[in-house]
């Protein structure tokens, strides 16, 4: 049986959050995390990438949402002995969808998943830089020197 368009996977690119929703659709990619100006003062020198996913699914009450699943790993700067470390992501969000800020608020409310306003195109990979930093902690410190 052939795959619907919108079940293959897609390169990055912008996309309708509802859309995506609606036909369970896919989009996967790598962020390299040294080209991102949006991470550089978060993040140690080195190399690091990301994995993303992000599906077009529904949350636990059927309404449309976004699973954002980032993996991999990102150079930090230890906090207690200012060395460079190796800190590993691996995060999964479901994102609810909302047409407003109104909608928004009354999601949250009665939601324990995340919402997301959806009222314009997305680019995954500000998506995914989003996840991200607020996956990071914000005084990382290795694992060996608490």
């Known amino acids: 049986m052939a795959a619907r368009p919108s079940q293959q996977r897609k390169a990055p690119g912008t996309f309708d959050?509802?859309?995506?929703?609606?036909?369970?659709?896919?989009?996967?990619g790598v962020l390299d995390v040294e080209a991102s100006d949006r991470l550089a003062d978060r993040l140690a020198e080195g190399p690091g990438s990301i994995r993303w996913r992000i599906e077009g699914t529904v949350d636990s009450a059927g309404r449309p949402a976004l699973a954002i699943v980032i993996e991999g790993s990102v150079p930090l700067e230890c906090q207690r002995t200012l060395e460079t470390f190796e800190y590993p992501v691996?995060?999964?969000?479901i994102a609810v969808l909302a047409k407003n800020e109104s909608e928004a608020?009354?999601?949250d409310a009665g939601s324990d998943d995340e919402v997301l306003v959806a009222d314009h195109i997305f680019d995954p990979?500000?998506?995914?830089?989003?996840e991200l930093l607020l996956t990071l902690p914000y005084a990382p410190m290795r694992p060996d020197s608490v």
């Open 17 to 28: 959050a509802f859309k995506l929703a609606r036909e369970r659709g896919l989009m996967e």
């Open 90 to 93: 691996a995060q999964r969000t």
């Open 105 to 107: 608020d009354a999601l």
């Open 125 to 130: 990979v500000v998506l995914v830089e989003d």
